[in-house]
Structures are given as C-alpha cells and as structure tokens.
C-alpha cells in the first residue's frame, strides 16, 4: 500500500482495496462480454441487440474508471492488465460460442446478475471497514447494474 493522508487505517484501506480490485475485475470482464456480444450476435433483432450491447459495453466505461482511482485514493493498486483481471473476476466465463440474440441477452443476464448481487454485497463491507465514500460508489455501481440488468431482461420479457 502506498502512504496517504486518508484517515483510515492501513488495515481498512487494504481490505477495501481487495475488495474494489474484485469488482473491478468482474466489470471489466463484463465490459469484455458485452463487447463480445456487440461483435458476434447475430439474427433478427440484429441493430438493435448490436446497438443495445455496445450501449452496455460503454455505460461500464465510467464506473470502471471511478473504482480503479477510488483504489489508487486509497493508496492501493488498480489490477487492470488482462492477466489480473482474468485471475480476480468472480464471473463464469462468457460462452464465448453464443450467437442468437436471445441467448447473449440471456448470457448478458446472467452476467449481470452476478455482478449486481457482488457489488450489493460490497456495499455493506465499505460501511463496515469505515468508508463511507467507498460505499457511495459501490451504491451508484449498483444501481447501474441493475439499470443495465433492466435493459437486458426487458427484452427477454418482450418475448413472452
Ligand atoms: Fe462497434
């Protein structure tokens, strides 16, 4: 850890760190996925699935940013190579195969769920190791993934 004048003990900042570096990981895997899903679907509801995940793929670009400098604030290291990220995402590989329109939406879905669910847990662990201001931004992260689980699961719902 690097030395700072935050308040809050080497201890904690290190914690929170880990914990950042997580789902620092997992979005930048799911901004991979998204990407993926952008290029590679295929179908009926091309233009607007195509369209859909690139929208997907860009809202992450922000959030990604604001946790790797929230990590460095705390005088940690943002893990952002391909090699860490690989190493530290919690998600389940993107089948990487997929093709139909529904089957990315249902990939994208999933994805999503799991970061939502991690990220809702990582809020209480901010408050508990004092940070406030971490716990903020894992806040704003969560409501976005929701936002985007939204999008996704309105056009899985289309089709019913
Ligand atoms: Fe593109």
Do not use: C
């Amino acid at each position: 850890m690097h030395a700072t004048r935050i308040d809050l003990p080497e201890k904690n900042r290190r914690k929170l760190a880990d914990l950042l570096n997580a789902r620092l990981a997992d979005a930048i895997d799911l901004k991979l996925a998204a990407k993926h899903a952008h290029w590679n679907v295929k179908g009926p509801r091309f233009i607007a699935l195509h369209e859909l995940f690139d929208q997907i793929a860009g809202a992450l670009d922000e959030p990604i940013d604001d946790v790797a400098e929230r990590i460095t604030t705390l005088g940690g290291t943002a893990d952002g190579t391909l090699d860490l990220v690989s190493r530290r995402s919690s998600l389940d590989p993107y089948p990487a195969a997929t093709v139909s329109g529904a089957d990315h939406v249902e990939a994208l879905a999933a994805a999503f769920a799991a970061f939502a669910r991690s990220v809702r847990k990582a809020i209480g662990e901010a408050e508990k190791l004092g940070d406030d201001g971490t716990a903020d931004l894992l806040t704003e992260l969560s409501q976005d993934a929701d936002k985007q689980l939204w999008l996704l699961e309105a056009h899985l719902q289309s089709d019913t």
